[in-house]
């Protein structure tokens, strides 16, 4: 029994629990405001253009009222405001999983960027030290070797690259 606790108490710290219940506080808020959206907005513009007062009202009577027995009817009215709150709902689902979507690819892809630049650059760098020694440069090439990985090195700062001159004409 222990060990359920455990494993539970685990579960309940890893970020996605608590990312589910801030999503569902947010998700009840939203539906208030697209309950809102549609009763108040959508709605009476929508019995504007039919020329009903009220989308409610708007009923299919299968069995008229008689005495004490109520009236039995199809409420389309009512279905066609759950749709309308449906469509806003899924509609923008839709627009926040876009977005994530494609925030989760440029942030791939810039990883995968920086990270090729990066390889790139510590190839050519290895591929230049492994030329010399093969050639068997002599000790000022290897200097000015140097110099040149120091200025690439300031270029990945966001510097630009010093040139250095060592033949002074005057």
Do not use: C
């Amino acid at each position: 029994m222990k060990k359920f606790f455990e494993e539970f108490k685990k579960f309940i710290n890893k970020g996605n629990v608590i990312d589910l219940a801030v999503a569902v506080i947010i998700g009840a808020a939203f539906g208030k405001i697209v309950t809102s959206l549609v009763n108040d907005i959508i709605t009476p513009l929508t019995a504007l253009i039919i020329g009903t007062t009220d989308l409610n009202e708007l009923k299919w009577v299968i069995i008229a009222a008689e005495g004490d027995a109520g009236e039995i009817a199809i409420y389309y009215g009512r279905f066609i405001k759950n749709i309308f709150d449906f469509l806003i709902v899924a509609f923008s689902m839709f627009l926040v999983i876009k977005f994530y979507n494609h925030a989760k690819v440029n942030f791939h892809k810039q990883i995968t960027e920086g990270e090729l630049i990066k390889r790139v650059g510590a190839a050519t760098k290895i591929d230049r030290l492994t030329n010399r020694k093969e050639s068997g440069a002599d000790a000022q090439n290897d200097a000015e070797a140097s110099s040149m990985d120091a200025s690439s090195d300031s270029a990945d700062d966001g510097e630009a690259p010093v040139e250095r001159n060592d033949n002074k004409t005057e």
